[in-house]
């Protein structure tokens, strides 16, 4: 697709289940980037990868948050035994840029997580 | 570390009405940059302009304008003539110099909800 793509668009899950969301980003695009959005807040950074490497995972809130993207494309933010708290919309979001850039990211349309 | 401001939460307009969000930043960087978003009610945030650090000339692309002042921190966005279409959270956003160890990761305000009523 032309867009960044991200499934599922909706996920309810009960408190203590896994879940792993998953992020599809535009064809080429070295930067990849997840974010929290609480309701009525501003998107927050989570992590970064640069094709495969993960340099900047500075933003996960707690080591129950894990995210990868082994091959340096399709990228999974892995929340594990999930907590209320963690109810949000998780969106990607991916970039041209290699390292020195600042091109605009181009976001997905996120994943809402209802933690019941 | 680095901080937006939008200090207005929610701004209701009749159409054609000219409307202007504000956004004020905090950086101890020289090079940084400033981004607007639009969210609309689908949720999906739509980039609409990036200006970096050393660029402060103001850009218009038709009915939309931004002024960047330096000297106040601040990147405002101004509406002209507003249409109900621009009904959508706005958001401002600032990334650092990657050199400076900050990443190009965007950091966001709280938004501010705009309201076009016919």
């Known amino acids: 697709g032309a867009g960044v793509s991200q499934s599922p668009r909706y996920k309810v899950a009960k408190r203590g289940q896994d879940v792993a969301l998953r992020c599809d980003p535009i064809?080429?695009?070295?930067?990849l980037f997840w974010y929290q959005q609480a309701l009525g807040q501003g998107p927050e950074f989570l992590t970064y990868?640069?094709?495969?490497?993960?340099?900047?995972k500075s933003g996960l809130p707690s080591d129950r948050f894990f995210a990868e993207r082994p091959e340096g494309s399709v990228s999974t933010l892995k929340i594990q035994r999930t907590q209320q708290e963690d109810s949000a919309v998780y969106l990607c979001?991916?970039?041209?840029?290699?390292?020195?850039?600042?091109?605009?990211?181009?976001f997905g349309p996120g994943t809402r997580l209802t933690v019941l | 570390a680095q901080k937006v401001t939008q200090a207005q939460t929610e701004i209701s307009v009749v159409e054609k009405e000219d409307v202007t969000l504000d956004c004020v930043y905090e950086t101890r960087d020289t090079t940084y940059y400033l981004f607007w978003y639009k969210q609309p009610p689908s949720g999906e945030l739509v980039f609409l302009i990036r200006r970096n650090s050393f660029d402060e000339q103001n850009e218009i692309s038709g009915r939309y304008s931004w002024n960047f002042q330096k000297s106040t921190s601040s990147f405002n966005f101004t509406i002209t003539a507003s249409q109900v279409v621009d009904s959508a959270v706005y958001f401002c956003a600032l990334s650092e110099d990657i050199l400076t160890g900050g990443g190009n990761k965007l950091t966001f305000g709280t938004g501010t909800q705009l309201k076009v009523e016919l």
């Open positions: 990868f640069q094709n495969e490497a993960q340099l900047d």
């Open positions: 979001a991916s970039s041209l840029d290699s390292a020195g850039g600042h091109n605009e990211q181009f």
């Open positions: 064809s080429g695009h070295v930067s």
